[in-house]
């Protein structure tokens, strides 16, 4: 069966600090791979989807940046964090073809001192 | 453009009573519609998706949801609520084709005993 790993589950880092957060997919070749942030009471800003190892679409323009290195590897990086990058981040995966439902990782918390 | 609509924030009902979660969307295609549950401090578990075959969609935890082209709407409901069913609830469409998905903002079911 498939799975999708998400670490680290909580972080807390200053402002203009670097980030990194890794997300991995088991058991399916050749996923459509997602990043989505949820703000606190609201719903899922998606952020960055990948069709192919390399292939990076941005939704919106932003502090961040996505890179998928391996076919089953997805990477959130930012190189100076803003306050406003707080947030819940979710990774998920999905088959490629219409109608294809998404599965999320469990989600890193990231807060911004 | 695709867009979802959730009526409601909050929902309040307690154990045993029916739980009714209303979703309508809009979409210049024919919709793929799914719904998510979120508990706290996790990621999205998928429900139940709508991809055009069944009307009633029978999903996991006991949930089902309705699609009725003629209201667009895509309900979702479950005969008994447990007060393990307090969680977020959201309704998400297809957009553009692909399998981005569009969320709506949620709808947090409260159950008491």
């Known amino acids: 069966s498939q799975t999708i790993h998400q670490w680290p589950a909580t972080l807390v880092q200053p402002v203009g600090s670097p980030l990194s957060l890794e997300c991995t997919v088991e058991?399916?070749?050749?996923?459509?791979l997602y990043w989505y942030r949820q703000a606190a009471g609201r719903g899922l800003q998606l952020l960055f989807y990948?069709?192919?190892?390399?292939?990076i679409s941005s939704e919106v323009p932003q502090n961040l940046s996505a890179s998928r290195p391996q076919d089953r590897q997805f990477i959130l990086s930012s190189k100076k964090l803003l306050l406003s990058d707080s947030g819940f981040y979710l990774c998920?995966?999905?088959?490629?073809?219409?109608?294809?439902?998404?599965?999320f990782g469990d989600g890193t918390r990231l807060s911004i001192l | 453009a695709q867009s979802v609509t959730q009526l409601g924030s909050h929902v309040s009902v307690s154990e045993g009573a029916l739980v009714l979660l209303r979703c309508n969307y809009s979409?210049?295609?024919?919709?793929?519609l799914f719904w998510y549950v979120q508990y706290p401090n996790q990621g999205l578990q998928l429900l139940l998706k709508?991809?055009?075959?069944?009307?009633l969609v029978k999903g996991i935890n006991g949930f089902e949801a309705e699609f009725k082209k003629s209201e667009t709407s895509f309900h979702l409901t479950k005969p008994s609520a447990h007060m393990s069913d307090a969680a977020e609830y959201f309704c998400?469409?297809?957009?553009?084709?692909?399998?981005?998905?569009?969320f709506g903002t949620g709808t947090r079911l409260l159950v008491s005993p």
């Open positions: 979409s210049s295609v024919p919709p793929y």
């Open positions: 990948s069709v192919g190892i390399g292939q």
């Open positions: 058991g399916t070749s050749n996923p459509n």
């Open positions: 998400a469409v297809n957009r553009d084709g692909f399998q981005k998905l569009v």
């Open positions: 998920a995966w999905s088959v490629a073809g219409p109608g294809q439902p998404q599965h």
């Open positions: 709508y991809t055009s075959a069944a009307t």
